[in-house]
């Protein structure tokens, strides 16, 4: 079982470059996060999506976009990276029920610097 | 927002021995989540709790949620070398939005 995929798994920016960090899952799961996980402050959400359509901002969304291009993929883009977004990038996803929340799976993170 | 603190930062035992993380919030919490993370990669989900007073197992891994949902414990008995690494606890905030809020970690050496 794949679960959630993350691509790619390391990548070196300058300063003002773009990139797109990819996320896909395999678990039929309608709700899809992204983190980033900086030492000694934990994981941050940045953004998330319910639902296949929709997509919210978290704690930190300022300087990233996404899209949820359809039920198995959430992108991540730094349209002007920055050293501050310097970071481990983490994907999750989980399930819907009616009755409880579901736990978060996550991907084996991104790693990002920008220099 | 709620905000989770962990307790210790660190910890090193040696094979063998009992240990406890502690994870505190200042509000209620709706669902409280623990993860293990190894060194450059992923969390990987040990066990979720959301009732009161609620207690799982799995292996030697024993989490608990008191009664007023406001702190939970992970307890690892004769910890072995695998059991090394970051844990975290998360919790919810709103039942239905399913957003995380984490702490910011324990990192558990286990000496052989």
């Known amino acids: 079982n794949a679960g959630v995929t993350q691509t790619p798994k390391f990548q070196v920016l300058k300063t003002g470059q773009s990139m797109t960090l990819q996320c896909a899952q395999d678990?039929?799961?309608?709700?899809m996060y992204w983190y980033r996980q900086d030492p000694g402050m934990g994981l941050r959400l940045i953004y998330y999506?319910?639902?296949?359509?929709?997509?919210d901002k978290g704690e930190v969304p300022n300087g990233y976009n996404v899209s949820r291009l359809n039920k198995r993929e959430f992108s991540l883009r730094l349209e002007s990276a920055a050293p501050s977004q310097t970071s481990v990038y983490f994907c999750?996803?989980?399930?819907?029920?009616?009755?409880?929340?579901?736990?978060?799976?996550f991907g084996d993170g991104t790693r990002l610097s920008i220099l | 927002s709620q905000e989770l603190e962990q307790s210790p930062q660190s910890l090193i035992v040696q094979e063998g021995k009992n240990l406890t993380i502690n994870c505190t919030s200042s509000?209620?919490?709706?669902?409280l989540y623990w993860y293990k993370q190894k060194y450059g990669e992923g969390l990987i989900f040990l066990m979720m709790?959301?009732?009161?007073?609620e207690e799982k197992s799995h292996e030697k891994i024993t989490a608990k949620l008191d009664e007023k949902k406001q702190q939970s414990s992970l307890h690892i008995t004769a910890s072995q070398p695998s059991h090394a690494g970051i844990y975290l606890c998360?919790?919810?905030?709103?039942?239905?939005?399913?957003?995380?809020?984490f702490g910011t970690g324990t990192r558990l050496t286990v000496i052989p």
């Open positions: 999750a996803s989980s399930g819907l029920s009616l009755y409880s929340n579901q736990p978060q799976h």
């Open positions: 709790l959301q009732k009161g007073g």
């Open positions: 999506s319910a639902s296949e359509g929709t997509t």
């Open positions: 509000k209620t919490l709706y669902g």
């Open positions: 998360g919790a919810d905030e709103l039942t239905g939005a399913n957003n995380l809020f």
């Open positions: 678990m039929n799961h309608n709700s």
